[in-house]
């Protein structure tokens, strides 16, 4: 069993910056294979930042270069540092972890809100 649990959000003005943490407990293979999501207020859930075992992070063409994905080993955590955060990026932003291809693990969420 995998739990995921969220953090870090909340209201930002357009420009700032938040850091989101996604802390993963049980087994966990790799942090590498946790994966950030977000869905806005009647909009499907979009991914945005996912590794690619050899290939690096692939980040949403909307959030590139604002964006960035780190991992604490230590910590069983990953991160998403977001800057430059933009009205469009208001959301509720989740972790998830899909294992074995066919399990999905998703964190209960964290609201993201960006103010203009």
């Known amino acids: 069993q995998v739990q995921l649990v969220e953090s870090g959000g909340g209201l930002v003005q357009a420009g700032g910056s938040l850091r989101l943490s996604c802390e993963a407990s049980g087994r966990i293979v790799s942090l590498s294979d946790i994966s950030w999501w977000r869905q806005a207020p009647g909009k499907q859930r979009e991914s945005v930042a996912y590794?690619?075992?050899?290939?690096?992070?692939n980040y949403a063409e909307s959030v590139r270069g604002r964006f960035t994905v780190s991992r604490d080993n230590a910590k069983n955590t990953v991160f998403l540092e977001m800057n430059n955060l933009k009205p469009e990026d208001t959301a509720v932003y989740y972790c998830h972890l899909l294992q074995h291809s066919i399990i999905n693990y998703w964190g209960q969420g964290t609201q993201v809100t960006v103010s203009s």
């Open positions: 590794s690619t075992r050899g290939a690096g992070i």
